[in-house]
């Protein structure tokens, strides 16, 4: 009998320890998805499940908006004072003139040249140029 609760106890240790871990690893709740939204460098719409494949802001290039990380005021928002006060700024698209493929589209291929400079290779096809 005492063998039998002992190995309950340590299975519903193990189930809520399992369910603890599991927890963090789904969507966030909705009051942590207001913090997401406004603090990450996330804060532009992604279809669903494009932002798992898609978008990986480890690496140096934006896959998504074909320029690199450190340069994406798309996605990382706490860029666009520095772009607005040197006027850099396409307020038609919300983005920096110099990275408006929109209005220039000779533009993306200057920022490809930089990614086939550094990787030797023609970059992803942005996603959301």
């Not at 039998?4 to 709740?29: E, N, Q, V």
């Not at 003139?97 to 209005?103: A, E, G, K």
Request: net charge negative; glycine share 4%; hydrophobic share 25%.
């Amino acid at each position: 009998m005492k063998r039998s609760k002992k190995a309950f106890t340590c299975f519903a240790a193990a189930m809520t320890l399992t369910a603890f871990c599991l927890s963090g690893c789904g969507s966030p709740t909705e009051s942590t998805a207001s913090q997401t939204t406004e603090e990450s460098p996330d804060s532009h719409e992604h279809a669903e499940g494009e932002h798992e494949t898609a978008h990986d802001h480890s690496g140096w290039w934006c896959n998504e908006h074909g320029v690199p990380e450190e340069e994406c005021t798309r996605c990382d928002s706490s860029l666009i004072a520095e772009f607005r006060a040197n006027e850099d700024w396409c307020d038609e698209h919300d983005r920096p003139d110099s990275q408006c493929f929109l209005c220039d589209p000779e533009l993306e291929s200057k920022f490809a040249a930089r990614y086939e400079a550094k990787y030797g290779e023609q970059p992803p096809v942005p996603t959301d140029p």
